[in-house]
């Protein structure tokens, strides 16, 4: 059955107010209608795709061309209903539910979506897999007088129960709660009644296992992502590339068999917490150092029960980038009028593209439209690689990347 994308980055946050009538704040309603297109690379024939605003012809005639995309482009202005199209937001909500008519949100999935999920699945993944520590487990605090007395004497990460992508955490350092982070805890703890507190790790990398659930209690696995993370854990982008230039990064730092044995007990654990749950799911996971130098794995850091970056750049790096390619796949804000677009004809100029046959070789292209008023823009940055290489692209605040 043909299906109708949306973008709707405001998922979590819809889910945490809990009302259909609920308003995203301003920069997301601008981050919606920017990258409104996204979800045209997951689409097949006969789909659609609901825009606020229609592309220019160039664009579309570009993304036909390079990426052998037609989808039906549908403005929000004009929605009528599903008509015979099944409903693919990029994540469910109430708001989202109600816009689309479709008939799928219960209030009882509202838990499904806590960062409590993936909490109790960690908690499973440590009975099973002894290489998995306990003490990464986090706690979860209903009061600020609990919150005290879990961060005493060392540093710590207190997170929101529903947030995404880096967003609604707080560290806290030995110090304490400071009078400006109690503030900001007893605000989550008025819209959300509890926080999770867990202990902050040393990061190397992140990545995440990407599945599919059908609905009715199969998940399968999708693959395997590679992400970005700024200081404060906010997302900034994706590695694109081959499964194994993944397996061979993640490798470096943990043995194969932990990998393959994470694969496979969330793929027993997870159909059991999320039986109802229909749709792409990403687990973040990461690799860190503790105070012996020693390499571990956090397998489950969070749950996101959407379709993910992640998975957007599975569906690049498979469908749309040669084999022999690989590059970073990013979301980057600009502030200043037309600066997405100075900025995206100077990466054009500077990296045109090479393709063959709807598969990128080298260069830069924007994946969403961009004119004067874009703020939010996705950019793709590819290259060749040359075989005798053996490093792995790392991500600029601006520009290509590099190797390391």
């Known amino acids: ?5 949306c973008f709707n980055p405001d998922s979590e946050m819809a889910i945490a107010n809990g009302g259909r009538f609920y308003t995203p704040p301003a920069n997301i309603i601008r981050m919606a209608k920017d990258l409104g297109y996204l979800p045209a690379y997951f689409s097949d024939k006969g789909d659609a795709v609901l825009v606020q605003q229609k592309p220019d012809e160039e664009f579309i005639r570009e993304r036909e ?4 995309l037609s989808p039906e482009l549908v403005q929000q202005k004009m929605y009528a209903g599903l008509g015979d199209r099944t ?6 909500s109430p708001r989202t539910d109600q816009f689309l008519q479709a008939g799928y949100w219960k209030e009882e999935y509202k838990g499904l979506y806590s960062r409590l999920t993936a909490c109790q699945c960690l908690r499973e993944l440590c009975n099973r897999l002894p290489f998995i520590r306990k003490d990464i487990v986090p706690e979860v605090c209903r009061s600020l007088d609990e919150i005290a ?12 129960p529903w947030s995404s992508s880096g967003k609604g955490q707080l560290g806290i350092g030995r ?6 982070a109690g503030e900001w805890l007893k605000g989550i703890l008025h819209r959300q009644n509890y926080v999770m507190v867990e202990k902050r790790l040393e990061r190397v990398c992140d990545f995440a296992m990407e599945f599919y659930a059908d609905g009715e209690g199969t998940i399968n696995y999708a693959g395997l992502s590679f992400f970005y993370t700024g200081n404060g854990g906010e997302y900034q982008g994706n590695y694109i590339g081959t499964q194994s230039r993944i397996e061979a990064k993640l490798t470096a730092y943990i043995g194969w068999e932990q990998l393959c044995s994470i694969k496979k007990e969330l793929s027993e654990i997870l159909p059991s917490a999320l039986s109802r749950y229909k749709g792409f799911l990403g687990v973040d996971m990461m690799i860190y150092k503790d105070e012996q130098g020693e390499y571990l794995v956090q397998p489950c850091v969070e749950i996101n029960l959407r379709y993910t970056m992640g998975v957007l750049a599975l569906f690049i790096s498979e469908r749309y980038v040669a084999e022999n390619s690989e590059g970073i796949f990013k979301i980057s804000f600009y502030p200043g009028e037309g600066e997405a677009f100075q900025k995206n004809l100077g990466y054009r100029h500077i990296s045109p593209l090479k393709y063959e046959e709807n598969k990128i070789i ?8 961009v004119d004067n008023s874009t703020k939010f823009l996705a950019e793709l940055f590819i290259r ?14 601006d520009g290509f990347g590099s190797y390391s």
């Open 362 to 369: 080298a260069g830069y292209i924007n994946l969403n439209p």
């Open 175 to 180: 110090e304490g709660i400071t009078v400006k």
């Open 149 to 160: 007395v879990c961060v005493q004497g060392g540093e710590y990460v207190v997170k929101a």
């Open 384 to 397: 060749k690689r040359n075989g005798s290489e053996l490093g792995f692209v790392q991500i600029h605040v």
């Open 87 to 92: 409903a693919e937001p990029w994540g469910w």
């Open 1 to 5: 059955m043909a299906r109708l994308f």
């Open 65 to 68: 061309t390079i990426f052998g």
